[in-house]
């Protein structure tokens, strides 16, 4: 057997694509291959598992049992290719787990190993049934379509793979757009096919309240769109089911006390600089304005509320407060807030909005669960918050490491890399100007960047739990998610799970022989029904090494 690793000439990247590797994506953190094709036994093939009490492995195994009958996915690079010789037969597909725990948390272990042999019967081993779903991915992927015939290229093949971090996530904002319920499980789909494993729900904001809520009901009765642009409990609970069963967790972020006009709508009397017209700008980011007063102690009890109830309805550890593009001057400019300060000397708004974040680190702790918070609070105002607290970093890519030198566990999310709803102008109807994270970040931006970059200490680098791509939804919904997702979020999804080292070379990844696979992967993704976008002209996917940037002479 060959071990894989990306060739390291131009004129090898045609090489390169005819390997079983091509197929794979993300690349597997150690893969090696022979030279013997083999056919799926069509007719009988059989996925198994030693383990029949996990609902996750019993749905995995129906999903890609489908999946391996009823896909025919012939590669883009196959378009000229002839009948391909076989010399064996894979009969079954066996899935070794260790156990059935189906705990879903930072510390679940999802690695597998993936034996394909030249005849009779493929393994994947797994010490739960979340690695067992990463190995079914893979060995979905191996499998391509050629006259006719279900085969697997230069086998036998090993895979033994692990990610390389912990959380890897995508944002999904439902409050500036709404996004039926098909839309959010399609895009759970799409992060299975990227062993990607957090999908960050942020749920409410500014603009909209679309989740049910039985605590406080009129918040949804005034806060959602329509009728029709509402999640019920019962939807909540049908991501998440949906989304274990693919080994990804699902994370709530209910972001208070900023950028929470809508509130007002039902709970004026808790608000301070409620929808401030039309020099909106001087007291929020982007309109319409409003924050939770943090002066008033019935602002508090209001929050807690609200994390009490959707910390018992999201099952997830992890539970997202928020805390980011707070504005100061929407405190200053509120009387009863003036009025607070000028009362309790030793106070301002700095010391209230850190308080405030103080009390909710405790709530959220005290539910058992894990906060997570922005970096604004922990950088710019010093707050201390108990160290199991995760700071997400966004503002830039020195983040990162200033936060893990405060000891923080951290989700890099830099917003020039990992925003993905850049580029496309102001949404504001009178502004020709473009948006304040344009332009677009392309692919190669995101497989670029490495959250580790300039953090050397060994125990520092732990601290780095992995990243987020990010789709604000101002000019997004459900009729654009998947291409602006994808396969960018791709990119994203293979230096979160195996970085953007090859092992072998020890050298950075070069995006020139990256393409070729991430073109690939995209094709598939589109035959299973996601609309990803295309990277280039379909000539110079047939002919990569002819759509190279010019050097100059």
Not at 68 to 93: C, Q, R, V, W
Not at 292 to 319: K, M, Q
Not at 444 to 472: C, F, H, R
């Amino acid at each position: 057997m060959r071990p894989y690793h990306l060739p390291g000439t131009l004129a090898a990247v045609i090489v390169a694509v005819a390997s079983t590797a091509q197929a794979l994506w993300p690349i597997p953190t150690s893969y090696q291959d022979g030279k013997i094709g083999v056919e799926i036994k069509r007719s009988d093939f059989m996925i198994k598992s030693n383990v029949t009490s996990s609902s996750v492995i019993n749905a995995a195994i129906e999903r890609y049992q489908y999946l391996i009958e009823h896909e025919y996915f012939e590669s883009p690079y196959d378009f000229n290719e002839s009948t391909l010789k076989t010399s064996g037969m894979l009969y079954a597909l066996e899935v070794d787990v260790q156990s059935a725990q189906d705990v879903l948390d930072l510390e679940t272990d999802e690695s597998y190993t993936l034996d394909v042999p030249i005849e009779g019967k493929a393994v994947i081993s797994a010490k739960t049934p979340f690695g067992a779903v990463r190995g079914l991915e893979s060995f979905s992927q191996l499998i391509v379509s050629n006259t006719g015939r279900k085969i697997i290229k230069n086998a036998p093949i090993k895979i033994v793979d692990a990610p390389k971090f912990p959380h890897r996530g995508v944002l999904l904002d439902t409050s500036r757009n709404f996004y039926h319920i098909d839309a959010i499980l399609r895009t759970l789909d799409a992060m299975a096919y990227n062993k990607l494993n957090t999908l960050h729900w942020y749920v409410v904001s500014a603009f909209s309240w679309p989740i049910e809520s039985k605590v406080h009901p009129e918040l949804n009765e005034k806060g959602a769109y329509s009728l029709d642009m509402r999640y019920s409990y019962e939807d909540v609970k049908k991501v998440i089911n949906y989304a274990k069963n693919r080994a990804i967790r699902v994370m709530p972020e209910f972001d208070m006390p900023g950028n929470t006009f809508v509130i007002g709508e039902a709970h004026p009397e808790i608000m301070s600089c409620l929808n401030k017209q039309p020099n909106w700008d001087k007291f929020t980011a982007e309109p319409p304005s409003g924050q939770l007063n943090i002066a008033d102690p019935r602002a508090v009890t209001f929050a807690f509320d609200v994390l009490s109830e959707y910390s018992r309805l999201f099952v997830d550890l992890g539970f997202h407060m928020g805390g980011g593009s707070l504005n100061l001057e929407c405190w200053r400019s509120d009387p009863t807030v003036e009025l607070y300060v000028r009362d309790h000397p030793g106070e301002s708004v700095e010391s209230l909005m850190v308080g405030w974040y103080s009390q909710m680190i405790g709530k959220i702790s005290d539910l058992g669960k894990i906060p997570l918070l922005r970096e604004e609070a922990v950088l710019n105002f010093n707050l201390t918050a108990k160290n199991t607290t995760i700071i997400q970093a966004w503002v830039n890519e020195d983040s990162v490491g200033k936060i893990v030198d405060k000891g923080y566990r951290v989700i890099a999310s830099p917003w020039n890399r990992y925003y993905l709803d850049c580029g496309h102008g102001s949404w504001l109807s009178n502004f020709e100007g473009n948006s304040w994270c344009d332009p677009f970040k392309g692919w190669q931006q995101m497989y670029s960047y490495n959250p580790l970059t300039n953090i050397t200490d060994p125990e520092k680098q732990k601290l780095v739990l992995g990243g987020e791509v990010a789709l604000w939804s101002a000019q997004s919904d459900e009729t654009t998610v998947d291409r602006y997702l994808w396969p960018r979020a791709s990119a994203f999804a293979e230096i979160m799970w195996s970085g953007n080292i090859d092992p072998i070379t020890n050298a950075t990844r070069d995006i020139a022989k990256v393409a070729p696979r991430l073109t690939d992967h995209r094709f598939r993704m589109v035959a299973r029904g996601i609309m990803a976008e295309p990277i280039a002209p379909l000539w110079c996917v047939r002919h990569p090494e002819a759509c190279m940037h010019a050097v100059a002479a």
